[in-house]
Each structure stands twice: as structure tokens, then as C-alpha cells.
């Protein structure tokens, strides 16, 4: 609507009309046409389709939710409608509490789930058959046409500008890499009217942030499914804010332990720089990735700028090296991010030759390199975060003569006591050649609390990777797996591979990559490991990325049971110390590989909220 | 011209016969049998293994230049490439089912058995790492699939469910028996994967289900041999064509699994009051056991009970039940999903 075309009327009046305007009810649904909602469970590990029956519908016409303050909570429906419509378009109103408490609008994030194809075993496993695709949903857009699905073909094409690419084909087929953060292509920022299929359902994400200082208590409002101002339906949105804050989340062994969250590969500073991407644009994306990852929950990712590759390989510019890891660590900070201590890539080694194929010069000239590199990290976070708290890395998954040169090469950072390491192992592997120098280890597999007991006896800290690696679409797999099942056995954190299939910042030039492209070749039968999609302006969010939230989200919540029965046990009250008792009791017997988390999560906040009320 | 004409056509014939083999997937029937072995011994000494009766061999190799990409594989530690000096040897399985479940028997020809064995004792012998990679999916399309790792002579077993533990899927893990034997010439493997585990797609008509079989011999560097396609490439598994059952049969297959549901079932119910004790009004929620969960538990054991003994169980009772199924079954997801409504009532009734 154009003001400008409005009559010369006063404030008041305009405000009024548009007032009423705003209240105006929709014309009514035509005749014939008939409107399912069912709101379903949004973390669930049923793929749901479009034209397969769901057993798991729960309130017609109504959807809930049950959060904290300043947390994302997810919540889903199916429409499905008896006939082909166009157009259909989702309005959310207002939340309104008690007292006058209001959530806006705006607070509901709507989008619709994309069904498009994967390789085989998609919805499974992060290994990929290329030798078929399937229907999977995983994206979750506010304009559905960014992707179009080819079901004869059985492709996707990604919108582009103004036209569509195939991102289905076989690696071998593609003749140049896909500069993702150059090429045109984004999602919307406004819900986009979408199409329903007669008889197909149609899944709709919404995701409520509830504010820092919203009241406790119910909101009500509604969301009402309209077509060119026709009403077709109306969503009943419930909402209970509870009445406490999540903590960030602490190890189940040791409620004074930081657990981790991380993940591989959030840097985009140095591939942009190696693609020529406009220092501004650079900063914008990494602006961006960051802002997605704290709304996820990743609050410790890595800093990604290793000084190794600007200051030892005579190409490149340190001065350039050392501005881009200042601007990483200042656009961490502004990002609110838990930046201490602070888990950097720099390795923490200059060659890897082994000392004995080294005159001893080379090894002393190399060692005081090492030596001064370590201390100009030191002394630029020191600069930017005020701390010296700083994990540094080794040799990816070091086989055992790249553990001899570690162990050789570290007698170079005798000067710097404080500084710790952390590396990526499997099990058995590390722990017995250089557990010793290790401090925090990312060991592949799926958690078990034997390999959290190995490396804590030292005090290290464990995480695990591929357990499984991210590609796997179903959002029940990160909210476990990164979720309480990891934190139950021990582990100090999350620290998976990877967020999304990056260029290669030096081998780029010889990558054919597509990061939208499923098929990423090769003989490994990986797939792409995409929790999150990346495009010029930020991140496209997935149901899995949605699952890891939650997962962390639980985590949270058990943090803060945990913290809550602590209190009971020194209130001095014998009822909420035994009540704080009980619930430790349930949460360390339920096991949580095979647990129903969503009845697990509303167990801890019936508990929390009732040692709140013994507590107060 | 007329030379290269009959060259080309010649070489026509050769593609169009050829053709159709190299895309040829392997076919195995998996029979309904009465008296099936049970336990690699029984396996390994019986007629069907001595005398090669349904014995299948038809293994290639794995695909060279593909097997050292699989040191990618965080996961699992394979065997590597062929050696060009390497021989190869015999892989070959038996499967068949029955109303309890699925039974397969691997058989691997070694003929270093003697040397692998004295050396296993080593933790870095190859012999250890000697391994079978078995997967498969039970359906074509849309299913989940599974993947058990063996190293038969150091008896151990890695599960790798591609699913998640819910209502609908569970890990293998919990009832599947693996058990192996070093042979003579080689070493014999039992796999016995139970219907209850998988009922959902129990082949109670029949099917194809999707089944692939590696061995990595990593200690004769003999590379692998697959029976076919790559690592979780499902589309290009051979074909397990589990042959229909007979109604007979049939009602075997659904009396067994209905009569584990039904026990599993009580045995929930029992604990849920016995052990668990929603009812106890310390540690339990006696409201909740009072008004949701008894009257559920009373409903299920009504209908259980309606039907009478189970060894007595008529046709027509058991396909009755076989609708409830699931209910019997997965009692304890049941009790979760009953507890979550619960619990949300009762946190949006009050302030």
C-alpha cells in the first residue's frame, strides 16, 4: 500500500484506517475447498513428505510452544488441501500475554520445509550412494522457488540471478568451481506466498524467539492462511514463557566446566580474500555466519586465521595474515561470541619433517619461527579479546610419525605454559604417544564415557567428530547425537565436521565443487557435509541445524536442573533436597540414546519449575 | 569399409551382450526353512555348508582405487588395496529365514590360516583388522539401512545404525547374534538378526530387500571382494529376494512377533508399576499413573487377554492383534509420548 495514494487525511484517521484495515476478516475460504492443519512434532525422525501418511498428527489447527526466556524454540504443522492452490500466503499476528504482555509478530520466523532430491541414503548417513536420489525434506526457506525440483529427472536447480542451475550431476561433469560467496543467489527475507498440491502435505517451520525480557506466563495469538485475501485458515498459536533463562551449558561430570560448542569450518575471511571478494562483503558474510551461529547455540567456534600459511610460505603477506585473524577475532567479539578461551587453527609446528632429516640448524631456525609465531598470536589475542586462554593445533588426525614431530617440535613453546592444544585422534590413538602434550581432544566416533574417562584422567577435555559428521538431514540425529546423548558420556563439548562444504582457501583453483551439489565425487561415497547452505548474504537453516539447536537446547536444560538441584542440596530443605535428588536420580538413569527427547525435555522443565516453587 | 563394417558390428555384439552382465546385480533367495542351524558350529558342520547347497560365491572385487579412499573414513579401519602378487579366495555366504528371524553364514577361504592365527596375538597384525562389512536395507526405497563391521578373529562387532532409536527403528545392537570360528581354510561367521528388531519389514510377503557382503583380507593384502557395489552404496547392493512365505508360514512369523510384543509389553507394564512405580507417591506421579497411564495399560492387557493363551492363539485372533502390533511393542515410547502430552497440559494450565 502507497500512503502517497491515500486521501489528505489526519494521523489519527490514517491510523485508524489502517487499524481497521488490519482487523478487516478475511474474505471466506470458497466453497469446496477444504484445509487440514496438523501441528506435528518439529524435532521428530519421521521424514516427512508430501504424499505419505503421518501417524504422528497431533492438535488440529493449533501449534505450541514451551521456551525460555531469550531462547529459539521450534514448532511445525502440515497444511494439506484437497485442491491445487497458488498463492497461499501465512500472516502471524501478535502474542498476547496477561497484563498487557505482548511477543510481536516479528518474533515468529515462518518457512516452509523443502523437499528436494539427495543422493541414496539421504535421511541416514552422512556416506551417499551417488548411484540414486531420493526425496528428502531439509530446507528451510521463506521463498520455496529458490530451489526447484525436477521430480521426472529427479534433480534440483538453485535459482541463480535471474535463472536456474542444475546442482545435481556428477562431480566429473563440472567444469569450474561455484563461488558461493559471489554468485547471486538468496533466499528471501519475507515468508513468500507458496503453492499446495491436491492431497500433498505441505510442512511449515515456525520458529518462536522468545525476548530476553518477555513476562512468564501464556500467549495467545493466531497465524491465518490466506489466498489473494481469502481466508482458507487459522493456526490457534499457544505459547508458555517460563520463567527462567538458559545457562549456557556446563559438562554433565562437572557443573564448573564449560561444554563447547563448536563446529568445523565458520571462517570466510581467507577463502574470500583468496577469491577477491570485497573486504566488506567479507566481513558482512562473516558478520552473518557468526550472528547464525549464536543463534544456534555454536558460541566457541574455531578462529579460523592460522598465521602458519601468511608467515612460512613466502607468497603470502603477514601483515595481510594478521589483519584478517584481527578482524576475525573483532568480528567474534562484536558477536557476542565465548571467545575464552579461545580455540584457534594456528598449528603448532613449521615442518613436517622429522628432526633427524633436518640439520640442526634448519630445526633451530624453524623452532624460533614457530616460536615467534605462537608469541604473535599471543600478543593479537591478547590485544583483541584481553586474555591469553588460547587452545592452538597440531597435524589433522596425525598418523605416528606426524605425532614424533609434534612431540619433537614442542619444545619450541616451553616459553608459553599457559598455551594448550588441541587435535583431532581416533580411539586408542593419541592417548598413549602424546596424550601427555594434549589438552582438549576430537576424537572421531560416537561418544562413550570409557573414552571420556581416558582422557580426563590427565584432565584434557574430550569432543567427538563424525559421530556422525554433518550431511545427515534428519534433525533427531544432531539433537542427540550433539545433544544429550554426548553430554551424558561425559564429553566437554561438540566439535563436529563441518558446517558446510567449503572452497579450499589455497586449492581452490583446482576444485570443481558445487556446495549445493550432493554429489561431491570421489571415491569415499561421502556426501556433501552441509548442516547449514551458504549464499551471499548469509546462511540458508536446515531441519538438521534446527536439530543441533535443540540438542544444545537440552543441554541447557540439564545444565540448569543440575544447577537447580545443587541449590536444592544446600537450601537446607530437606523436600527440595530430596526432589533435587530424584531428578538427578531420573536424568542420569534415562538413557538417552533411545530416550523420546521431547518427553525427556518437558520432564526437566516439570522438574525445574517444581524445585523452583520449593526453592522460593 | 566392409572390414570395418563387420569389425563394428562385431563390436556392437560384444557391447550388447556385454552390456547387460556388467549391469547384472547379483540375485540370492532367501527360503523359509524349518530347522535352520543355529551357532556357527552347527553352521559350519552342516549338509547345506559341506555339501555347497545354496552356497553363494559371486564375489568381485572391490572396485580398485577406491578401497585406499576409505582410510578417509573416520569410522572403521579397512583393509586397503590389492597387492598385485595377491590370490584370490573364496567368500562365500548361505542365508535363510524362518518364523524367529534371519540367519546368514559366512564362509572365508584363508589359506595362510595357520600363520594369521599365530600371529594375532600381535596387536598390530593385519590378521586382526581381517574384516566382513555387511549391509543391507530391508526395502528398496525410502527404508533405512544398517551396517554391522565384523573382525571375525578377534570376535569383535561394531553396529553402525543409520537410524535413530524411536518407535520406529532400533539399533541392532541389542538381540543381533554374531559368532565366529577359525576353521581349517579359513574362518566361519554366524549372523542371526531377529524379526522383532526389524517387524516393521519382516517379509511376511515376501521382497527384495537390498544386501551387500565385503570382506577386507587385509593380512594376505588380497585387497576386497564385494558381492555388490561400494561401501553404503544401496542402489548397486545385490538383491536379497526373500521368497514369499506360505500362509502357514505366514501365521508362524505373526504369532512369534505378536507373542513377543504381547510379553514385552507386560513385562513394561510390570516394571512401570513394580520398579519404575509411576504409582508411588514419592517417586512416581500417581496422578499421572492414575489417569493416563492405568487406564492404558488396563486397555492393552484387556485386549491381550481377550485372546486368550497365547500357544492358543487362533488365526483370526493373531491377525487382530497384528493391528496393535506396535502399540504392544514399543510400550515404553508409548508411556513417553503419553507422559510429554501429560506434561504439556499441565505446564500450559498453569502460570
Excluded at chain 1, 505482548?102 to 541416514?124: E, M, R, S
Excluded at chain 1, 568445523?264 to 547464525?292: C, F, S
Excluded at chain 1, 542440596?569 to 536420580?585: C, D
Amino acid at each position: 500500500m502507497k500512503i502517497t495514494h491515500l486521501p489528505n487525511i489526519g494521523v489519527t484517521a490514517l491510523a485508524l484506517l489502517l487499524a481497521t484495515q488490519a482487523r478487516a476478516p478475511a474474505a471466506p475460504k470458497p466453497a469446496g475447498v477444504d484445509i487440514q492443519i496438523h501441528e506435528v512434532p518439529a524435532i521428530s525422525s519421521i521424514k516427512r513428505l508430501p504424499d505419505q501418511p503421518q501417524r504422528d498428527l497431533q492438535g488440529r489447527n493449533e501449534l505450541h510452544f514451551l521456551a525460555a526466556k531469550g531462547e529459539f524454540e521450534p514448532a511445525s504443522f502440515l497444511i494439506r488441501s484437497n485442491e491445487d492452490l497458488e498463492g497461499v500466503e501465512l500472516k502471524a499476528g501478535a502474542l498476547k500475554g496477561r497484563k498487557g504482555a505482548v511477543i510481536a509478530a516479528a518474533n515468529l520466523d515462518i518457512k516452509v520445509v523443502k523437499v528436494w532430491y539427495q543422493d541414496g541414503t539421504a535421511w541416514y548417513s552422512y556416506f551417499a550412494d551417488p548411484s540414486h536420489r531420493e526425496r528428502v525434506p531439509e530446507l528451510l526457506l521463506k521463498d520455496e522457488t529458490l530451489v526447484r525440483v525436477d521430480d521426472a529427472r529427479r534433480e534440483n536447480l538453485l535459482r541463480v540471478g535471474g535463472s536456474y542451475q542444475s546442482i545435481s550431476y556428477p562431480l566429473e561433469e563440472a567444469k569450474e568451481f561455484f563461488n558461493y560467496l559471489a554468485e547471486p543467489v538468496s533466499d528471501a527475507s519475507t515468508l513468500q506466498p507458496f503453492g499446495l498440491k491436491a492431497g500433498e502435505n505441505k510442512q511449515i517451520w515456525v520458529t518462536l524467539r522468545v525476548p530476553d525480557d518477555a513476562a512468564p506466563g501464556v500467549y495467545t495469538g493466531t497465524i491465518t492462511l490466506e489466498q489473494q485475501g481469502r481466508k482458507l485458515g487459522e493456526v490457534e498459536v499457544k505459547a508458555r514463557v517460563l520463567p527462567f533463562e538458559l545457562p549456557a551449558p556446563k559438562t554433565y561430570y562437572d557443573l564448573d566446566k564449560k561444554f563447547f560448542v563448536s563446529i568445523y569450518q565458520t571462517g570466510v575471511l581467507k577463502i574470500a580474500d583468496a577469491l577477491g571478494i570485497p573486504e566488506e562483503e567479507a566481513i558482512a558474510m562473516q558478520r552473518e555466519v557468526y550472528r547464525n551461529l549464536k543463534a544456534h547455540n555454536v558460541v566457541n567456534p574455531r578462529s579460523e586465521s592460522s598465521l602458519r600459511v601468511w608467515f612460512e610460505e613466502k607468497t603470502n603477506d603477514p601483515a595481510k595474515g594478521l589483519k584478517l585473524l584481527k578482524t576475525e577475532l573483532a568480528l567474534m567479539k562484536e558477536a557476542g561470541l565465548d571467545t575464552k578461551p579461545l580455540l584457534s587453527c594456528e598449528s603448532t609446528y613449521f615442518s613436517r619433517k622429522p628432526k633427524a632429516e633436518m640439520s640442526q640448524e634448519e630445526f633451530e631456525t624453524g623452532g624460533e619461527s614457530l616460536k615467534a609465531r605462537i608469541g604473535l598470536l599471543r600478543d593479537t589475542v591478547k590485544e583483541v579479546l584481553g586474555h591469553t586462554d588460547i587452545y592452538t593445533t597440531a597435524f589433522d588426525e596425525a598418523g605416528v610419525s606426524l605425532i614424533k614431530v609434534i612431540r619433537e617440535q614442542n619444545q619450541f613453546l616451553a616459553d608459553y605454559p599457559d598455551l594448550k592444544m588441541w587435535i583431532t585422534t581416533s580411539r586408542n590413538k593419541h592417548s598413549n604417544m602424546m596424550g601427555y602434550l594434549v589438552d582438549y581432544a576430537n576424537q572421531a566416533g560416537w561418544p562413550n564415557r570409557e573414552e571420556a574417562a581416558t582422557w580426563h584422567a590427565t584432565g584434557a577435555k574430550i569432543a567427538s567428530y563424525a559421530s556422525p559428521h554433518t550431511g545427515v538431514e534428519n534433525p533427531d540425529v544432531y539433537r542427540r547425537w550433539e545433544g544429550l546423548a554426548r553430554y551424558k558420556a561425559n564429553y566437554d563439548g561438540s566439535f563436529n565436521y563441518k558446517l558446510y562444504t567449503q572452497l579450499h582457501p589455497t586449492l581452490y583453483k583446482r576444485q570443481k565443487a558445487n556446495t549445493w551439489n550432493d554429489s561431491v565425487g570421489g571415491s569415499a561415497t561421502f556426501r556433501s557435509f552441509n548442516i547449514a547452505y551458504p549464499t551471499k548474504g548469509g546462511l540458508i537453516d536446515t531441519l538438521a541445524w534446527e536439530g543441533f539447536r535443540e540438542g544444545i537446547d537440552d543441554i541447557r536444560y540439564a545444565t540448569l536442573l543440575k544447577q537447580r538441584a545443587q541449590a536444592a542440596e544446600a537450601s537446607g530443605s530437606q523436600e527440595a533436597r530430596h526432589l533435587g535428588r530424584k531428578a538427578l536420580i531420573w536424568l542420569e538413569t534415562t538413557n538417552m540414546e533411545t530416550a523420546d527427547l521431547n518427553a525427556v525435555r518437558l520432564e526437566m522443565i516439570n522438574y525445574i519449575l517444581e524445585l523452583d516453587n520449593l526453592l522460593k | 569399409m566392409k572390414t570395418s563394417l563387420a569389425l563394428s558390428g562385431v563390436l556392437s555384439a560384444i557391447l550388447l551382450l556385454s552390456a547387460p552382465l556388467h549391469a547384472q546385480e547379483n540375485r540370492y533367495a532367501c527360503k523359509f526353512e524349518k530347522d535352520i542351524p543355529f551357532g556357527v558350529s552347527a553352521w559350519s558342520q552342516s549338509e547345506r555348508v559341506r555339501k555347497g547347497i545354496g552356497k553363494e560365491v559371486r564375489f568381485g572385487p572391490y572396485k580398485k582405487g577406491t578401497a585406499a579412499d576409505l582410510a578417509n573414513d573416520a569410522l572403521v579401519i579397512r583393509g586397503g588395496e590389492a597387492s598385485e602378487k595377491s590370490d584370490p579366495r573364496e567368500t562365500a555366504f548361505w542365508q535363510a529365514y524362518d518364523d524367529k528371524g534371519w540367519y546368514i553364514y559366512i564362509e572365508a577361504k584363508e589359506p595362510q590360516i595357520a600363520d594369521l592365527l599365530n600371529r594375532l596375538p600381535d596387536p598390530r597384525s593385519p590378521g586382526r583388522a581381517e574384516a566382513y562389512e555387511l549391509f543391507f536395507s530391508p526395502g528398496e526405497r525410502d527404508v533405512p539401512y544398517y551396517q554391522i563391521f565384523i573382525n571375525p578373529y578377534v570376535g569383535e562387532t561394531q553396529y553402525f545404525d543409520w537410524g535413530i532409536p524411536s518407535a520406529d527403528y532400533r539399533s541392532l545392537k541389542t538381540e543381533t547374534k554374531v559368532e565366529s570360528l577359525p576353521l581349517a581354510d579359513g574362518v566361519g561367521t554366524f549372523v542371526f538378526i531377529p524379526w522383532s528388531l526389524i517387524y516393521e519389514r519382516a517379509p511376511i510377503e515376501g521382497g527384495d530387500w537390498r544386501f551387500n557382503l565385503i570382506r577386507w583380507m587385509p593380512f594376505s593384502k588380497a585387497g576386497g571382494v564385494t558381492w555388490g557395489g561400494r561401501v553404503h552404496e544401496t542402489g548397486k547392493f545385490g538383491k536379497l529376494n526373500f521368497q514369499k512365505p506360505s500362509q502357514e508360514q505366514k501365521l508362524a512369523i505373526e504369532r512369534r512377533l505378536l507373542k513377543t510384543a504381547w510379553f514385552k509389553f507386560q513385562a513394561t507394564a510390570n516394571t512401570l508399576r513394580e520398579y519404575v512405580s509411576w504409582d508411588d507417591a514419592e517417586v512416581g506421579d500417581p496422578e499421572f499413573y492414575k489417569k493416563v497411564l492405568a487406564p492404558e495399560i488396563e486397555r492393552l492387557t484387556a485386549m491381550g487377554n481377550s485372546w486368550g493363551e497365547p500357544e492358543q492363539w487362533t488365526a483370526e485372533q493373531v491377525k487382530q492383534g497384528m493391528a496393535h502390533l506396535k502399540d504392544f511393542m514399543e510400550f515404553d515410547y508409548k508411556v513417553s509420548s503419553l507422559r510429554e502430552h501429560y506434561l504439556k497440559q499441565k505446564l500450559f494450565s498453569q502460570e
